[in-house]
């Protein structure tokens, strides 16, 4: 079973409006939890990174919440561009080894 | 460089093939993963290695797959007799290992096609 669980797989929106993309781990210990964007044919750039302590970080127009008690964060796109087609992919770094546990990501096409 | 750098972008292999896939991390990163994404899937660990010691090969899917890094910068992940299971996107990406907000950093990845 896949230690970090990403949902919706697949969204398409118009352009100009907002959605929110899940991301439910179980990896133990955490260490912290970073949001990619992967453009197609390119690797993954982060877009924000969140320690345990921290419940929200923005980055322009991407805003990520975390709840490390129920292991649940989200990343909310505000007023979406087409540039915004992407796959987004949570990603939780295990505390200790330096592992990261890949989610499956949420591909979201942004249509005019 | 400026970023990771992956050669080749692309790589078509006939099934039996062996195949070589190299990566140069960003200079002075510490850490360098393998990883492999299936098409509509996240990438899956294959390897990691701090400097030149391969600290975890585990997720490494046969004993078909073999990685090196041998002066701590430049990895190479080697495919022996390669199969169709094997096509994938293969991601590297390196990191300078210090503390909890350390970012990894991911080259564009090599598309391996056996046919």
């Known amino acids: 079973k896949n230690q970090v669980e990403q949902s919706p797989q697949s969204l398409i929106i118009l352009e100009g409006k907002n959605c929110t993309l899940q991301c439910n781990y179980t990896v133990s210990p955490f260490s912290n939890l970073r949001w990619y964007k992967q453009d197609t044919g390119r690797g993954p750039v982060s877009l924000t990174i969140m320690t345990f302590s921290e419940n929200t970080k923005s980055n322009g127009r991407y805003t990520a919440t975390l709840d490390a008690d129920t292991k649940q964060s989200s990343l909310h796109i505000t007023a979406s561009q087409l540039s915004d087609s992407a796959s987004y992919i949570c990603?939780?770094?295990?505390?200790?080894?330096?592992?990261?546990?890949f989610g499956k990501g949420n591909q979201v096409v942004v249509i005019p | 460089g400026a970023g990771v750098s992956q050669s080749p972008r692309y790589k078509v292999a006939k099934r039996g093939q062996d195949v070589a896939l190299r990566c140069d991390p960003i200079s002075g990163h510490v850490s360098l993963f393998w990883y492999q994404q299936a098409l509509g899937q996240g990438p899956e660990f294959l390897t990691y290695f701090q400097n030149e010691a391969q600290l975890d090969k585990s997720g490494l899917p046969s004993d078909r797959f073999f990685a090196e890094r041998p002066e701590g910068s430049v990895s190479t992940l080697k495919i022996q007799r390669t199969q169709q299971e094997d096509s994938a996107v293969y991601l590297c990406?390196?990191?300078?290992?210090?503390?909890?907000?350390?970012?990894?950093?991911f080259g564009q990845g090599t598309r391996l096609t056996v046919v």
């Open positions: 990603v939780v770094s295990l505390y200790g080894n330096n592992r990261l546990a």
């Open positions: 990406a390196s990191s300078l290992n210090r503390g909890r907000e350390t970012e990894a950093f």
